[in-house]
């Protein structure tokens, strides 16, 4: 299973980017799919999440800002961000809980990260 992240870059405080992440491979299921980042010197910290039925979770500074959604006839995860700010560059790594098989259980496959840059 491979995870393959797109759309990061550099935006100006207050603009909008959107991230892409598809996963490939041999797939039964995705249950969970999400997006954490990482900025220098701190932890990798959750962004958002959404479950297969379309439930989502928030961390409390993108609240109102950020959007997440998936597409699981392509297992695909988007992170819609807006209004963006500084304190949000960071590496945006997406995850998704994946099972291979019917009886199997449920691994975390990762994205190689994606480098947003929120600057003037």
């Known amino acids: 299973v491979q995870l393959q992240a797109s759309g990061g870059g550099l935006v100006q405080p207050g603009g909008s980017l959107r991230l892409s992440c598809a996963a490939s491979?041999?797939?039964?299921?995705?249950?969970?799919m999400g997006w954490y980042r990482q900025a220098p010197g701190k932890q990798r910290e959750l962004v958002a999440a959404?479950?297969?039925?379309?439930?989502?979770n928030y961390a409390d500074s993108v609240k109102g800002r950020f959007t997440i959604s998936r597409d699981n006839a392509k297992n695909t995860v988007y992170l819609q961000m807006n209004s963006l700010k500084p304190e949000d560059t960071a590496v945006y790594y997406c995850?998704?809980?994946?099972?291979?098989?019917?009886?199997?259980?449920?691994?975390?496959?990762w994205g190689q990260g994606t480098l947003v840059t929120v600057s003037s």
């Open positions: 959404i479950t297969s039925g379309l439930r989502t």
């Open positions: 491979g041999t797939i039964f299921s995705i249950a969970a």
């Open positions: 995850s998704a809980d994946v099972t291979t098989t019917s009886w199997g259980p449920a691994y975390r496959y």
